[in-house]
């Protein structure tokens, strides 16, 4: 059955075709970096009622477009040029692929009738893309435009959702077409997750008959668990088993972090009680994620031997890592109904593993604790404690608040210390590019509107990158208060000269103290720099009451890194 969002006309062109299928898949928003050709933005604009958000630089305006997919699994747009703009989509696509978005990239390509000519900024660009796409091609024919656009949406949201690539031939956008596209668009791929598929009965049964035996059992939730909307599932079946719950990064908010199962973020950037946790179970339920070298810390936690069961939808993850007792192809949200379903039938209610879980909560008491005495002095040598600032962003976001935080260290602050306080996806991370979530936090704010206050986390080294992006957040009222903690340097590389290499060489890793909140205003937008713990949660207030993006610049120690396991042997490691 499909939803018709459109009629015949004979002297449509791709572009007007182009913008009627972006528009009936739901797109309040296309995302760009204008350049030659103009007739989809002018087409989606000024007749089909979307949304043209142009950006200062292709790999911002794509993550912007990347944090809204994410947010609300639709298939999200994103138009460039081709030539140059098309050569900075890599860098653009990357963190969509890590992090399984749904976003579309679509860009011209040489005309057909100059294309090998010499013609001006000339590539051959599609094959930049199939290493980082679900799904990377050109149009074939102008009359192909509607059946191919549905084929990529069809490939960024079903299964595991993962970015595509589209590239037109720049001549064709206004080329009238000779027969009438079929405009429509599938109801079952409007937006992710698509397709659900249940894993098999036996193998659940299996799952639970495996749990049934184990003395210390503790249960590992993935970015799948968040990629299919799981966590109230998630949470259903920690407490219908009374077992403890880590999750990975990318799994954060698969369980509210003050729920007494919690135990917090497992792997290279985590909590030490999640690890330990993991490191002493018997067994492990893992449900949606890759049991990745950064979620088990190079596969340290879980140890070798202990006994896993594996259900996720990549069926490529599976035994990939580990040796897995039971290895199973499903979606997370239908995994877990089916485990707890299960596990009612099966009579398993927790009570045999009950001492086990109380002593994990203790541990996670005991970590609070820890956590509480390493935030209590506020500076350290002259600037602000990281750990401090930590808690009081901790003390001022709501469960409702959305928090965007770049890669490195500031992924492992948002990941370790920040108290999810609600399951859901109220954490937003770069998967691994530096500088994605100063532009990512303006397209997330897009996506969840005025009702909900974003956050942002960017070290000074990854604000660096985006910076002018203040105008097109300015431009389009996006209220965002950035949190730039700046420690006048790249502290993660700092560090790893001073503790691993025990070399320094300032010249890799610092720079210049710049006053950004000094640039933030003069671009117009509020700007407020922090040096003292009692100007922090004033400054924030302010931010917010100025109804502009925003920038609060804390001055903070690189002395002090956040919960990283590479630093474990130097003693860095508190906690």
């Keep these: 059955m499909s939803t018709p969002a459109g009629n015949s006309d004979t002297k449509m062109t791709v572009s007007r075709a182009l913008a009627k299928m972006i528009r009936a898949y739901g797109a309040e928003y296309v995302f760009t970096l204008t350049g030659a050709p103009q007739n989809p933005h002018i087409d989606l604009q000024n007749h089909e009622g979307v949304k043209v958000v142009l950006g200062r630089s292709e790999r911002s305006i794509l993550a912007m477009a990347d944090a809204y997919a994410r947010l609300t699994g639709k298939p999200t747009f994103g138009l460039v040029q081709f030539g140059p703009g098309a050569t900075y989509l890599p860098a653009s696509i990357i963190d969509a692929f890590w992090a399984s978005s749904p976003l579309i990239s679509i860009s011209g390509s040489t005309t057909t009738n100059t294309r090998h000519r010499y013609e001006y900024q000339e590539l051959e660009q ?12 050109d149009l074939p024919e102008p009359e ?18 993962g970015p595509t690539y589209l590239g037109i031939p720049a001549n064709w956008f206004g ?70 719950v880590v999750t990975t990064m990318a799994g954060k908010g698969s369980i509210a972090e003050t729920h007494p199962l919690s135990v917090g973020a497992c792997g290279r950037y985590s909590r030490k009680v999640a690890n330990d946790t993991l490191g002493a179970a018997d067994f492990v339920l893992a449900v949606g994620t ?25 069926p490529n993850s599976l035994g990939r890592t580990y040796r897995e007792e039971l290895s199973a192809v499903g979606d997370a949200r239908e995994a877990l109904v089916m485990l707890r379903e299960a596990a009612i039938a099966a009579k398993v209610n927790g009570s045999r593993w009950a001492a086990w879980t109380k002593q994990v909560q203790g541990s996670v008491a005991a970590w609070l604790v820890d956590l509480e005495r390493e935030s209590r002095e506020p500076m350290y040598e002259g600037r602000l404690n990281p750990y401090h600032i930590m808690r009081l962003i901790d003390q001022h976001v709501g469960p409702d608040d959305l928090v965007v935080a770049d890669t490195g260290y500031m992924a492992a602050w948002a990941s370790t210390v920040l108290q999810q306080k609600k399951a859901g996806r109220n ?5 691994g590019s530096l500088g994605w979530a100063f532009p990512a936090a303006f397209g997330a704010k897009l996506a969840v509107g005025p009702k909900r206050r974003v956050f942002a986390l960017n070290g000074d080294g990854g604000a660096g990158y985006h910076f002018t992006e203040l105008e097109t957040a300015l431009r389009m009222k996006t209220p965002v208060i950035h949190i730039v903690l700046n420690n006048c340097s790249l502290a993660f590389e700092y560090h790893v000269q001073k503790y691993v290499h025990e070399e320094m060489c300032p010249e890799a890793s610092e720079f210049l103290d710049v006053q950004f909140a000094d640039v933030a205003r003069a671009f117009g937008a509020f700007g407020e720099r922090v040096t003292t713990p009692e100007q922090f949660i004033p400054a924030l207030r302010r ?33």
């Design 175 to 244: 080329k009238p077409l000779a027969t009438a596209p079929d405009i429509y668009a599938e109801p079952a791929f409007m937006k992710t997750p698509a397709c659900r598929v249940a894993p098999l009965a036996p193998d659940v049964e299996r799952a639970i008959a495996l749990l049934s035996s184990a003395e210390k059992p503790v249960m590992i939730a993935g970015g799948g668990v968040i990629l299919s909307g799981a966590w109230a599932e998630l949470t259903a079946l920690a407490e219908a088993l009374n077992i403890p």
């Design 126 to 137: 599609t094959s930049m893309f199939p290493a980082i796409t679900k799904w990377a091609g």
């Design 144 to 161: 192909r435009i509607a059946d191919v656009v549905r084929t990529v949406v069809r490939a960024t949201v079903s299964g595991v959702p």
């Design 290 to 314: 890759k049991l990745s070298s950064m979620g088990t810390n190079v596969f340290q936690y879980p140890r070798k031997g202990t006994k896993i069961a594996h259900f996720d939808l990549d």
């Design 427 to 431: 954490t937003l991370r770069a998967a």
């Design 543 to 575: 931010a917010e009451e100025s109804g502009k993006a925003a920038i609060v610049e804390v001055a903070i120690s690189r002395e002090l890194p956040p919960p990283v396991t590479r630093y474990e042997a130097a003693g860095l490691r508190k906690v």
